[in-house]
């Protein structure tokens, strides 16, 4: 399997612009994940869902920031309009159902990350 | 609500020096409890994890860690770092047998190994 595929993998863009950030997940798995990383706040979980469906979106920071998964291959991260301190490094990722108690060895896959900068 | 605390922000270390990295967390329930590493310009890849059964977990690369129940923590380990151990380590926690959950991270600790 090729893993989670996120992309762009780099994005600079203009304070005010709209960002798009893709992500694909393992085929296979039921849970995407949104986290976004930064210096001051480490890892952060922003959204995730289960089976295409939102289940915990309270760590989206504004309204600025949405989140789709039309189908359980693809979700986007869509900040509309994109501010400065938006600049991080925005991860998706993946796990089949029930990886947190069944001691099968199921984990979360991480993506390589989307590097944003908002000048 | 979760959550996790890693004391350490940057450590600094030489090749050989032992590691011992901190991790506690904050919840009332039974946990599964993760360390993740993040080479430079890499994604999050798992180093080690701990679901049931012996608290003391090994994990690839000679790290492992500890789980004490009764503080809270998850201490990640290794006996004699590597110049390439330089990387960033996130501890995380999940509720254990419970659906609807995603695991929390702490902030991070960067490991610097000097040669």
């Known amino acids: 399997d090729a893993g989670v595929i996120q992309s762009p993998r780099h994005e600079v863009t203009e304070m005010g612009q709209e960002v798009t950030l893709r992500c694909k997940p393992i085929?296979?798995?039921?849970?995407l994940f949104w986290y976004r990383q930064t210096m001051m706040r480490g890892l952060e979980l922003l959204i995730y869902f289960n089976n295409n469906v939102p289940i915990d979106d309270s760590g989206m920071p504004e309204d600025r920031f949405s989140a789709k998964m039309p189908n359980a291959s693809f979700s986007t991260l869509k900040i509309q309009p994109s501010e400065p301190r938006d600049s991080a490094v925005y991860f998706c990722a993946s796990s089949l159902d029930q990886w947190w108690g069944d001691g099968s060895g199921n984990t979360i896959y991480f993506g390589e990350g989307s590097w944003l900068t908002v000048v | 609500a979760q959550s996790v605390s890693q004391h350490n922000h940057h450590v600094i270390l030489s090749e050989a020096a032992s590691l011992e990295l901190g991790c506690n967390y904050s919840y009332g329930g039974t946990v599964n409890l993760f360390w993740y590493v993040q080479y430079p310009g890499q994604h999050l890849q798992l180093l080690l994890k701990y679901f049931s059964g012996d608290p003391l977990v090994k994990g690839i690369k000679g790290f492992e860690a500890e789980f004490i129940k009764s503080k809270f923590s998850f201490n990640l380990r290794k006996p004699s770092v590597q110049w390439s151990d330089t990387a960033e380590y996130f501890c995380?926690?999940?509720?254990?047998?419970?659906?609807?959950?995603?695991?929390?991270f702490g902030k991070g600790t960067t490991l610097s190994v000097s040669s």
């Open positions: 085929s296979g798995h039921d849970y």
């Open positions: 995380a926690v999940g509720p254990a047998n419970q659906a609807g959950t995603a695991l929390i």
